[in-house]
């Protein structure tokens, strides 16, 4: 399976320990998850994204990037291929508008199914959908739900994000989940460049929102009590996201079955719990 990384901060920072320097980084995971490597940044509120399909370590363009990108948001993801061919079109992040998606699962006989999972997505969205992947259909089918919230281009609330995301994965469910196959494994990551959210679908997550010694204390002016301890008040300053504890100085939290785990625009701290037969409810701090 895949691996995903993300990263909301309030001040730009280097994300080049998680993506490459780490004994455990991102990049260093593409060892066992060759099959393509995409890392998604915003600037100025807006996403840029780049996508190979080739093996994130031995790529000199994600060796380049690595060492550059300083964001106050990053969402990354290494692949193992389960469904479609090795090719830019297959590779994570996707994108849509503001809106990025990485998935790390799988839909079990995806093909078998794939007609009637596009239908759930909405007409005018079916169009963008390029690849071949059960995860670019899932991300179109969240967006499609979202929609009904308001405009894509709208700024969204976590409330709606949060309910989009758990809709999505009990209509997943509901439609592939027939004793044919497997569960569907439907561990995703989604942001809009200010808030970012994470639901633990069947494979591993973990999250932190701080260290046991910030090593840029002595010249950090956003440093607070939040940054080197649990927040007590549900704000903190930087929230990470993994498929597996990176090694540092972060002090790392495993996702319970079904959670979901976000930062809202105002860096506030929400956890849910994505039950199959209701939709999430979120639950501050």
Same mark, same amino acid.
């Given at each position: ?20 320097a ?11 998850h ?10 100025? +509120?807006?996403? &840029?994204?780049?996508?190979?399909? $080739?093996? *994130? !370590? @031995?790529?000199?363009?994600f ?16 692949r ?25 699962g ?24 390029l ?8 991300f ?5 739900l ?6 894509? +281009?709208?700024? &969204?609330?976590?409330?709606?994000? $949060?309910? *989009? !995301? @758990? ?24 942001t ?7 639901s ?29 301890a ?22 790392w939290?495993?996702?319970?079955p ?8 105002g860096?506030?701290?929400?956890? *849910? ?13």
């Open positions: 399976m895949c691996r995903l990384f993300g990263f909301r901060s309030v001040i730009p920072s280097k994300v080049h320990r998680s993506l490459l780490a004994e455990n980084a991102l990049g260093v995971q593409s060892n066992q060759p099959d393509g490597w995409g890392v998604a940044f915003y600037v100025d +509120g807006s996403p &840029h994204v780049t996508r190979s399909p $080739s093996t *994130a !370590l @031995g790529d000199a363009l060796h380049r990037l690595s060492g550059v990108v300083s964001s106050q948001t990053v969402l990354a993801h290494v193992k291929a389960t469904q479609g061919p090795l090719t830019v079109l297959n590779c994570h992040p996707f994108q849509y508008g503001r809106w990025v998606f990485a998935h790390n799988d839909i079990p006989n995806f093909e078998a199914r794939r007609e009637s999972l596009l239908n759930e997505v909405a007409p005018e969205l079916r169009r963008f959908i690849g071949d992947t059960d995860s670019e259909v899932i179109f089918l969240f967006l499609t979202l929609a009904e919230r308001g405009s894509l +281009g709208a700024r &969204h609330e976590l409330d709606a994000v $949060s309910a *989009a !995301l @758990g809709r999505t994965v009990e209509r997943v469910r509901a439609l592939c989940e027939d004793g044919q196959g497997g569960p569907a494994l439907l561990t995703f990551m989604v809009d460049g200010e808030l970012l959210a994470a633990e679908g069947g494979r591993d997550l973990y999250w932190s929102s701080y260290k046991r010694r910030c090593s840029d204390r002595e010249r950090c002016t956003s440093l607070s009590a939040a940054c080197e649990p927040t007590t008040t549900g704000h903190v300053n930087h929230f990470i996201v993994s498929s597996e504890p990176l090694q540092g100085e972060n002090v939290q495993p996702f319970a079904g959670e979901i785990v976000a930062v809202d625009r860096m506030r701290i929400h956890r *849910a719990h994505v039950d199959r037969r209701a939709l999430p409810v979120l639950l501050t701090g």
